[in-house]
Structures are given as C-alpha cells and as structure tokens.
C-alpha cells in the first residue's frame, strides 16, 4: 500500500484577476519506507504540496491520501499522530520562550498520551540529545541541536509520515551532514517515510530514493535518485538543475551530487 498519495492535486491562491494557480494536477505516489524528495526551482509548488498534506491550506482539489486513508480539507487530530512536519528554520518553529520539555510535552498533552517524562527521555537520545537538553530554552542550543529538538517534536507521537521543508539548508554546513545522517538513521529504525522539499541535489542522492522535478507547479519528472545521479535525467530542466548543481559543486565540493 501506498503511504502518501496525490492524485490531480491543484491549489490557487486568490481570486478573479489576482488568481494564481500554484499547483497543477499534481499526481504523487510515496511508497511505505520510501524518501522521496521534491525538487525545482523556487516558487514551483513543492513547500505548496507538503503543507497540503500537513492540513495546513484546505482549499485544494483533487485527491490526496495517507495509508490509504482519504484526507479530508479539515483534518482530524488523529491525522497529526501519523503525519508530521519538520520546518527548515529550526529557531523559528520553536517557541523562544517554551524549554525544550515544553515543547515536547505539549503534543503529548494534546493528544492525550500519558508516560510523558519517560518519551521526552526517549526521544531526546533517538536525536542524539540527553536530558540535560530539557530545561534548557531554543536560544540555548545550537542550529544543529535545535533541528535536533524539532525533529524530536516532530516524532514524539511516532508518526509514519516525516514531511521535511529543506530540514537542512538553514544550518552550518559542518553541521549539515550530522543531521542528515540522523534523519536516514531514524527512517530505517523508525520505519519512517519521508516526503522530503530540497534544493539540494546532493542531499536527494545522499537521503531520497526517488525524486520528482518540480516547475510552475507541475511535476515533470520523476525518477529514482540513482538515476539523477547517474545523468539518466530526461527532461531538459531536470538536466538543466543537475548541471547547475555540478557547476555549484565546483566551487562547493560538498555538495557534489553523487
Ligand atoms: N499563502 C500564500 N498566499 C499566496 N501565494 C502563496 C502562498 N504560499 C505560497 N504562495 C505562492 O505559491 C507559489 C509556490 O510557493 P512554494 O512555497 O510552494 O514554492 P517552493 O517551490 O517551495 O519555493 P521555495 O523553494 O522558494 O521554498 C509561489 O509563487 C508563492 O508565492
């Protein structure tokens, strides 16, 4: 069965003369296990498609399903238990003023889940955290360990789905590659699936199965990852964006697409 599905999604922002159609007919099939990662050029749609999914606009059309469930435009709670969002700027998701424990405990609350001293210890050392980390507040934490606390948010109901918004670009590149590392970690021990946004070719061959191509909001390529890798990319603005980012590469070896 499939985890995440997209099915003629389409969305518009505004009305009459100001309407601007951003997603067209989107169709998007995410396997259970599976990461798969959006990619195209800026303003194509794709952070579009994840807030969707995440019940954050309602007034899309077409399809969309999680486990194959159909989801409706108001999403029941239970729909945050298997559906998460993990944000690329790590300071800005989280509350300046809620300690790292309040920011796990509160989804616990929300959903009624009790143990709850015993989860924020156990997420916090899935993220590589410890319990020193609880009381402290965002400010007191690095980039990379701040991504740590959302990414621990985002888990502590144990989701299937992780829906992540280019989780990496807002960090140290020295850092970067840890959380990466941590995600793939996760997805294989927690059995997650991951519909990833990036615009990081690098970062699809290094986390992402499969990807799909992304341009004024309509997909027009999708392939496996490896093939992305191995120049096997049909469509000329995909291979326009690979040759783009091994221009990058160039002058960044890290983020050579592998
Ligand atoms: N709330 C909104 N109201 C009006 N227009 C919006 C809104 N959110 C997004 N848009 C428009 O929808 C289009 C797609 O935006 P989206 O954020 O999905 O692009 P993106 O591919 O994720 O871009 P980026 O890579 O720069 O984040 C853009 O033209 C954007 O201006």
Redesign the pocket.
């Known amino acids: 069965m499939s985890m995440i599905q997209a099915q003629s999604l389409n969305l518009s922002?505004?009305v009459g003369a100001a309407c601007?159609q951003?997603l067209h007919d989107v169709d998007l099939t995410v396997e259970d296990g599976e990461s798969f990662g959006l990619v195209?050029?800026?303003?194509?749609?794709?952070?579009?498609?994840l807030r969707c999914l995440a019940g954050q606009y309602r007034h899309w059309s077409g399809a969309l399903s999680i486990a194959g469930v159909p989801l409706q435009h108001k999403l029941p709670k239970e729909h945050f238990r298997k559906v998460q969002m993990v944000f690329q700027d790590p300071y800005g998701s989280l509350h300046p003023r809620h300690t790292i424990d309040t920011a796990l405990r509160e989804p616990l609350t929300i959903h009624g889940l009790g143990e709850r001293d015993d989860r924020i210890n156990d997420i916090l050392v899935k993220v590589g955290l410890n319990d020193s980390f609880r009381y402290r507040y965002p400010h007191q934490l690095s980039g990379g360990q701040r991504q740590r606390v959302a990414i621990a948010r985002a888990l502590i109901l144990e989701p299937r789905v992780l829906l992540l918004d280019?989780p990496t670009s807002a960090l140290d590149v020295s850092v970067q590659a840890e959380i990466l590392n941590l995600l793939a970690d996760l997805r294989q021990r927690e059995k997650l699936t991951y519909l990833m946004?990036t615009?990081d070719l690098g970062v699809v061959s290094h986390l992402c199965d499969k990807v799909a191509v992304?341009q004024q909001?309509r997909i027009v390529e999708r392939l496996d990852s490896q093939a992305l890798s191995q120049d096997l990319a049909s469509h000329d603005y995909t291979r326009m964006l690979v040759q783009a980012s091994r221009d990058f590469s160039a002058e960044s070896p890290r983020m050579a697409l592998v």
């Open positions: 922002f505004g601007n951003v195209g050029e800026s303003g194509s749609g794709k952070t579009t498609v280019e946004v615009h992304m909001g």
